[in-house]
């Protein structure tokens, strides 16, 4: 079994920043459903997608997040940092390196050199 998508909650305004975000971290767009669609954008990785879900207010947990694992870490922080985006580097527990960026919808993105284990 595997994790097939996660969602977030988004303003429609901020959804084509919230999208080029995504999009540095190797993510694609791709279409929702016709019966998603003008409420929801989606991104794809692999076989794991993100949904970006359209709300008023939406709600950002303050320390929930979610982990993406970037094989070319230090050009993924360099790209977001060259957006401001700046990536806050973290303490390595598994013994790669790791960060902590946030979306433009304010959500907080784990980056990872490498996936525990």
């Known amino acids: 079994m595997s994790l097939q998508h996660v969602a977030l909650e988004v303003r429609e305004a ?18 929702p459903p016709g019966t998603l669609a003008g409420r929801t954008r989606w991104v ?21 997040h979610v ?19 700046i990536p806050e580097l973290r303490e390595e527990h598994w013994g790669a390196p790791r960060a902590f960026a946030w979306s433009p919808a304010g959500h907080r993105v784990e980056l990872m050199a490498a996936p525990p284990g």
């Open 67 to 85: 982990a993406v694992v970037a094989e070319a870490f230090a050009e993924v922080c360099a790209r977001l940092a060259a957006i401001g985006r």
């Open 44 to 64: 794809q990785r692999a076989q794991t997608q993100l949904h970006l879900l359209y709300a008023e207010e939406p709600v950002v947990p303050p320390h929930g």
């Open 14 to 31: 901020d959804a084509d920043a919230e999208v080029a975000f995504w999009l540095l971290l190797g993510f694609a767009e791709v279409s």
